[in-house]
């Protein structure tokens, strides 16, 4: 699986290390950046990791900023995409089965590096659950303007 990854100053060092745990486990990661602790602007990675997703250039996108909600606010103006910002196991593996998330985003700050490590476990190993599809449809409904 190609998984696009992208944060911010404060999300930039919790990337670093999802980045090392998932290319240890034999996932090819795209880092859409940033690179450093330096101040940056959170929305110019969500588009980037989430156009990426939606072209087809990785399968799914991780979001990481302070908290996770700025990342899932601007994620979810791209056109295509369903982020959810997840804080633990349940809402991480919930975001794929039901909500058929292609982009998650969670915290630098609120979680510690053994718990991001869950969050994308779970998400990364969940399936989308063809059972809440008329639902999704109906988000990509809402999406067009239907």
């Known amino acids: ?68 909600i700025g990342m899932s606010i601007a994620a979810n103006k791209v056109k295509g995409i369903r982020a959810a910002h997840v804080f633990d196991e349940l809402t991480a593996r919930l975001a794929r089965e039901h909500n058929h998330a292609n982009v998650i985003a969670f915290g630098g700050r609120n979680q510690t590096t053994s718990e991001s490590k869950i969050i994308v476990d779970a998400y990364l190993n969940a399936h989308e659950e063809s059972r809440h599809q008329h639902r999704v449809d109906k988000i990509a409904a809402i999406e067009n303007g239907e």
Do not use: Q, W
């Not at 998984?3 to 999300?11: E, V, W, Y």
């Not at 940056?40 to 799914?60: C, G, I, L, Q």
């Open 1 to 68: 699986m190609k998984i696009g990854i992208g944060a911010d100053h404060a999300g930039f060092n919790r990337k670093t290390e999802i980045i090392e745990y998932l290319t240890k486990k034999g996932y090819d990661v795209v880092d859409f950046g940033a690179h450093s602790v330096d101040r940056v602007d959170y929305p110019d990675y969500a588009k980037t990791v989430s156009e990426a997703v939606v072209n087809k250039e990785v399968e799914v996108g991780l979001l990481v900023c302070g908290t996770g």
